[in-house]
């Protein structure tokens, strides 16, 4: 399975492949999601069913990369406005909308 599958289970689901498939892990039942996922990924690399690029989990935005991205948003914004730029204006708004959207999600998940 590929991670954005194993990702898209549910923790339970995730609990039951593990002691399916991989007996050999050790302590799946208080594991979060994330620790379960890297198990499964990386017994999957030491038994040579999965190479060993896949076993490195992707970079996940924190908050703090997110806010950094608004405030570069928020400049050109105040740049489209001087500049009397709609479209410009326009873009950096959506812009920051979906950046605090995201934001939002980010706190609420965690």
């Known amino acids: 399975m590929e991670r954005g ?34 198990a499964i990924i990386s017994e999957e690399v030491r038994l040579g069913l999965r190479p060993k690029t896949d076993a490195i989990a992707p970079k996940r935005q924190t908050v703090t990369d997110l806010k950094a991205q608004v405030r570069l948003f928020r400049g050109r914004r105040d740049e489209a406005l001087a500049a009397k730029d709609s479209d410009g204006f326009r ?11 995201r934001i939002r999600k ?3 998940a965690s």
């Not at 549910?10 to 890297?38: D, H």
């Not at 873009?91 to 959207?101: D, H, M, N």
């Open 91 to 101: 873009e950096a708004r959506v812009g920051i909308k979906r950046l605090k959207r």
């Open 5 to 38: 599958e194993l990702e898209n289970l549910t923790a339970t689901k995730l609990r039951q492949l593990c002691m399916e498939k991989y007996p050999e892990i050790q302590g799946v039942s208080g594991m979060k999601k994330e620790e379960i996922i890297e």
């Open 106 to 108: 980010l706190r609420e």
